[in-house]
C-alpha cells in the first residue's frame, strides 16, 4: 500500500519528486504516482511505483487516487484561474481519505507578492489553512528554467531583455526544488510549516555575466519598460496573454518580490542548490 503520493507525477517537477523519494529509500511500492494518464509515467511502474489515475477536476478520481495514502505531495496545478478550485477539490479528498499531511507547492513570498500568479498560491495555501488539517508550504521561487530554457536565443541575440531593473530572483533548478519537497514529505514534522525555498539572489545583469562566462560569448542585459517588454515579446511571436504574464513576473522582480534570503531550501536539501553557472553549463552542454 503506497504511504506517500506525488500528483503532477508526469510533470518535471512531479517526476523529480517521486525520483527523490526512492533515492532517499523510500521503497517503490510506497509511492503512488497520481496522473492524468498512466501511460505518460510507464518510467515511473516500471520503476515498481504504484501508478494512479486522477484529474483535480473530477473530484470523483481524486479518493480512490488517495486511498491508503499517509502524506501527500500536491504539485500545483497548471492551469491559471482553476487552481485554487482544483487544489480544493485535492484538499477535500485528502482529508476524506485520512491523510496526515498535504506538502503543497506554493509560490516564493504569495503571502506579500502582488504578481498576477500570486493569488492562486495565496487563496490554495488559505484553503489549506481553513481544512484545518496539517500542511507545509514549499513557496518555490522561480524555476531556473526560466531562463535556462531560452540559452540559444540569449546567445543568438547576445542580450537577454527584460524588465527586472535592479530587482534579482532567487531561483533554483526544478531538480533541486522536487528533492527539496521529497525531504520536506519525509520530514516528521509537527503543525503548518512554510519554506521559503530558492537559491542566492541573482540579477539580470549578473545572469548575463554567468553567461558569458559559462559560454564564451558576450551576452548582456537590457532593461525595457514593462510595456516595451511585453510588445518585445509580442514581436517574437508569444500570444497577448503570455507576454503580458511574462512581462508582470519581471515587474514582480523589479519590486524584489522574487527574492529571499531565507536559507530553507539549503537545509532542506542538505548541501547548497545547484548554482546558476552550473545550470547554464547543463544547458549549454545541452
Ligand atoms: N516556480 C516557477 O517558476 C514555476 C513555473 C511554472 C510552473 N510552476 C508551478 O509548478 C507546477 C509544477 O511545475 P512543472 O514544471 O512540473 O509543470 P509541468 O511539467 O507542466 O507539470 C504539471 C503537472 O500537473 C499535471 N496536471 C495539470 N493539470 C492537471 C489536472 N487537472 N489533473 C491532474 N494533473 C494535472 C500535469 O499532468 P499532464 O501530464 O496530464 O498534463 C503535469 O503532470 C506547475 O504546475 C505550476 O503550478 C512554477
Redesign the pocket.
Known amino acids: 500500500m503506497p504511504v506517500y503520493a506525488v500528483?503532477?507525477?508526469?510533470?518535471?517537477?512531479?517526476r523529480f519528486a517521486v525520483q527523490g523519494l526512492l533515492a532517499r529509500g523510500v521503497p517503490p511500492s510506497e509511492v503512488a504516482a497520481v496522473?492524468?494518464?498512466a501511460g505518460?509515467a510507464a518510467d515511473l511502474a516500471a520503476r515498481g511505483v504504484q501508478v494512479r489515475e486522477?484529474?483535480?477536476?473530477r473530484p470523483q478520481t481524486l479518493g480512490p487516487a488517495l486511498d491508503g495514502v499517509d502524506r501527500l505531495l500536491l504539485?500545483?496545478?497548471?492551469?491559471p484561474g482553476q487552481r485554487v478550485i482544483?487544489h480544493a477539490n485535492l484538499i477535500g479528498a485528502a482529508r476524506m481519505a485520512g491523510v496526515s499531511r498535504i506538502v503543497f507547492?506554493s509560490?516564493l513570498n504569495a503571502d506579500r507578492t502582488t504578481s498576477p500568479v500570486a493569488g492562486d498560491y495565496r487563496d490554495s495555501e488559505r484553503v489549506l489553512r481553513e481544512a484545518g488539517m496539517p500542511f507545509t508550504a514549499l513557496r518555490?521561487?522561480?524555476?531556473l528554467e526560466?531562463y535556462a530554457d531560452h540559452l540559444s536565443e540569449y546567445l543568438k541575440a547576445g542580450e537577454i531583455i527584460g524588465a527586472a531593473g535592479h530587482g534579482r530572483i532567487s531561483a533554483a533548478s526544478?531538480k533541486d526544488y522536487a528533492a527539496a519537497a521529497a525531504a520536506a514529505v519525509l520530514r516528521d514534522e509537527r503543525g503548518n510549516r512554510t519554506y521559503e525555498l530558492g537559491g542566492p539572489p541573482v540579477g539580470l545583469p549578473q545572469l548575463a555575466q554567468v553567461i558569458s562566462e559559462v559560454t564564451g560569448a558576450k551576452v548582456t542585459y537590457r532593461d525595457l519598460p514593462p510595456g516595451e517588454y511585453a510588445r518585445a515579446l509580442r514581436r517574437a511571436g508569444l500570444d497577448e496573454a503570455t507576454a503580458r504574464f511574462v512581462a508582470d513576473v519581471d515587474a514582480s522582480i523589479a519590486r524584489g518580490e522574487l527574492e529571499t534570503s531565507s536559507a530553507d531550501l539549503t537545509n532542506l536539501l542538505g548541501r547548497a542548490a545547484t548554482s546558476v553557472a552550473e545550470v547554464m553549463r547543463a544547458a549549454h552542454a545541452g
Open positions: 500528483t503532477g507525477a508526469s510533470g518535471h517537477l512531479g496522473v492524468r494518464t505518460k486522477a484529474d483535480y477536476s504539485v500545483s496545478g497548471n492551469e482544483q507547492t509560490m518555490n521561487g522561480l524555476y526560466r526544478r
